[in-house]
């Protein structure tokens, strides 16, 4: 049985780790899209939230089995809480997350998409500021999304490469990019 929320978790921030995208048979079962690297988050058991809409105050399930679809991204997970495929259904496009401090070690090089929204992007070369990391993409290659500051209205894609994002700095809040010709385009 999942435990209510304490004051702190009522108001701490989330990370979303995947999105309910179908009921799976009969018994409660759902499929969910998975938005984390972390396969642990939907194999081990343990408590989860859900919400609809981030507005919302995320509600409790006990995560009592998991296992990935082999080949995809999907996972098939069975709550405690939810016994029959109508509840099932009635979760479809909600939110599954973890409170934001319970992020999984990283390795050097590594980050959290979280960490890399609101970076300010700055030139290598020159160390002028370009922009803001506003928006993160997982298509085969990751991309940061960077709104310029010289065009607001337009966002660019940039491939979060080492080879163009030599530096991440998180603590100085900073990024920087190598602007090859029509990177920013």
């Known amino acids: 049985m999942a435990e209510p929320m304490t004051e702190q978790q009522k108001t701490e921030n989330w990370l979303e780790i995947g999105t309910i995208v179908a009921a799976q048979g009969i018994q409660g079962e759902v499929r969910v899209l998975s938005a984390s690297d972390f396969p642990a988050r939907f194999l081990t058991k343990g408590q989860r939230w859900i919400r609809k809409t981030p507005q919302e105050t995320p509600q409790p399930l006990t995560l009592k089995k998991g296992k990935q679809i082999p080949g995809k991204n999907l996972y098939i997970l069975r709550?405690?809480?939810?016994?029959?495929?109508?509840?099932?259904?009635?979760?479809?496009?909600?939110?599954?997350?973890?409170?934001?401090?319970?992020?999984?070690?990283?390795?050097?090089?590594?980050?959290?998409?979280?960490?890399?929204?609101?970076?300010?992007?700055?030139?290598?070369?020159?160390?002028?500021?370009?922009?803001?990391?506003?928006?993160?993409?997982?298509?085969g290659n990751d991309l940061l999304g960077i709104t310029l500051d010289k065009n607001p209205d337009k966002e660019v894609l940039v491939p979060f490469v080492?080879?163009?994002?030599?530096?991440?700095e998180?603590?100085?809040?900073?990024?920087?990019?190598?602007?090859?010709p029509g990177l920013l385009d």
């Open 170 to 180: 998180l603590a100085e809040q900073r990024l920087e990019i190598k602007t090859i």
């Open 162 to 168: 080492e080879a163009i994002v030599p530096t991440v």
């Open 79 to 139: 709550f405690t809480e939810i016994t029959d495929r109508n509840q099932a259904e009635a979760l479809v496009n909600y939110q599954l997350l973890v409170p934001a401090t319970d992020r999984l070690p990283l390795e050097p090089g590594e980050f959290h998409v979280t960490d890399l929204l609101g970076l300010i992007v700055y030139d290598h070369d020159n160390g002028d500021r370009l922009g803001i990391v506003t928006d993160f993409y997982s298509a």
